[in-house]
């Protein structure tokens, strides 16, 4: 007990003693002391419970208790604990309010759009003033309205049934003028409510399609000019001019080089321009006999090449695509692997009732902290390496973007000195019962 808690006690006791006393003393003197005590302990009794009385009236009915007067009591004590209890109270209260109107005032002054969703049926429980402008939002009408309906004709319902595993949206029309793209992102920050931020990425998406189109067209442009160079170094004959012979070789070796970082430029401008692919049934059994080949020839005898097909599946797809994605795949895995090395290609079924196809080596490796840049256009683990095995650096990103038009993804598992394992995964809807014999159209 504190001890001016302690003091007060000590006074309320002694002050008591003292009527007590009195009391007795008044008895005495009128010879019935009795009575006189026990209405003078009834008297305290009453009064101390009409003080009681009035603390539990103030603190019922919420009232502010105003500063006590100067006292010594037990009461007077209680006053002044009440009142600064109730002092810190308003006071914690009064900052909490600040804080939540400088939240509220910060969010509402954000350029992207912020939602507040009920995590069990998706209503709307606040939003500031930017989902106004980006997704047609209006306060009050669209409280506690389903946020599915209020976006149409976004498609989100099935989005925002994903929950915690729904991948952004990067690319959405907004409700309010389709020429504004979206970027749709949910995050569940609690069990019961989740935030969905929309950015404004219509500049980013413009600059993106501009440089698409840069570097469509002068991949385009530049393949009149390599096929004259082309023409011309295989008109020039080593045998004439002997002492040109190394530089005739350095220019074809380079101008070839060129040709294909542009036909793979070309390919990936074309990939990235496409929504979708039209399906066709692909055969994989003469996919993977194209493949094995394929690096028997690249690899000249250097590596041990093995096929293990397991999967009894064929797939849906682009075969097209499909041998693209594949082949640069197994062509990076025979370029990065040493002579004596062995290079493994595998397509089974996933747990999911999906299929899996993954090429295997023994090669240099990747250190992990280029795995999350690897499959970007132009990146380059190793420049000098690459360059020197005939790299373009746009073999992975061709990958994945011939995967992401399948609904595929890419996994990438790798250790330094130890090789890699690039495994393609497909969904159940893109897998098919194999045919017993398969179409000569599915041969490549």
Known sequence: MPPHARTAWIKTLGQLALILVAALVLGLLIKHPWPVLTLTALGIVAWHYWKLRDVLTRLTARQWI???????????????????????????????????????????????????????????????????????????????????????????????????????????????????????????????????????????????????????????????????????????????QPEWAPMLSEMQRQSQRMTQLVEDLLTLSRLEAQDSLTDESVAMTPMLATLKREAEALSQRRHEITIEDVAQVDLWGSIKELHSAFSNLVANAVRYTPAGGRISIRFARSDDGGAVLSVQDTGYGIPAAHLPRITERFYRVSTSRSRELGGTGLGLSIVKHVLQLHQARLEIESEVGRGSLFSCHFGPERTRVRDKAPSSSALL
């Open 66 to 240: 105003a500063p006590p007067a100067a006292g010594t009591g037990v009461w007077s004590e209680l006053d002044r604990l009440l009142y600064r209890s109730q002092d810190e109270t308003r006071s914690r209260k009064h900052r909490l309010v600040e804080m939540l109107r400088a939240y509220s005032a910060a969010a509402a002054a954000l350029p992207d759009a912020v939602v507040v969703l009920e995590r069990n049926n998706q209503r709307v429980r606040w939003f500031n003033d930017a989902a106004t402008n980006l997704l047609g939002l209006h306060y009050p009408d669209d409280i506690d309205a389903p946020l599915s309906e209020r976006l149409q004709p976004l498609p989100v319902s099935h989005w925002l049934a994903t929950g915690r595993h729904a991948e952004p949206l990067l690319d959405a029309p907004s409700p309010v003028d389709p020429a504004i793209r979206l970027s749709l992102r949910l995050i569940p920050y609690s069990d019961e409510l989740w935030l969905l931020v929309a950015r404004d990425v219509s500049k980013l998406m413009r600059l993106e399609q501009m440089r698409r189109d840069f570097v469509a067209n002068v991949s385009h442009e530049l393949r009149t000019p390599l096929t004259v160079v082309h023409g011309y170094l295989d008109m020039l004959d080593p045998a004439d």
